[in-house]
């Protein structure tokens, strides 16, 4: 199994930014994906996550409005587009899949079982 994510970068307060985890060793469609985030001296935080077959979204009140979780079944890929960043956005996003989840644990860490590796997001003028 291997996740890998990539789009992570330097972007100013106000701007966009896309990531992308490439999955691989799994049948991607058939499991819940998210995104978290870990800032420095934090604990790694949900951000949005998105239900097998595209069936559902949720995302973290922080970022409603702002960012767009995405998955593309037929080529294994999850995405994260981010506008209008903000200085707290500022983390190491990570790429995550369960095989299955429920309301309630949608937004846990644990309920995952793959991790990529994260991509660094700096959002400073």
């Known amino acids: 199994v291997q996740l890998v994510e990539s789009g992570g970068g330097l972007a100013q307060p106000g701007g966009s930014l896309g990531l992308s985890c490439a999955a691989s060793g799994f049948n991607f469609r058939s499991y819940d994906m998210a995104w978290f985030r870990q800032a420095p001296g934090k604990e790694r935080e949900f951000v949005a996550a998105?239900?097998?077959?595209?069936?559902?979204?949720y995302y973290v009140d922080s970022v409603k409005g702002r960012f767009t979780i995405s998955r593309d079944n037929n080529k294994s890929t999850l995405s994260l587009q981010m506008n209008n960043l903000k200085s707290e956005d500022t983390a190491v996003y990570y790429c995550a899949a369960a095989s299955s989840t429920i309301t309630s644990t949608i937004r846990r860490a644990g309920a995952y079982a793959y991790w990529g590796q994260g991509t660094q997001v700096t959002v400073s003028s």
């Open positions: 998105i239900r097998k077959y595209g069936g559902g979204t």
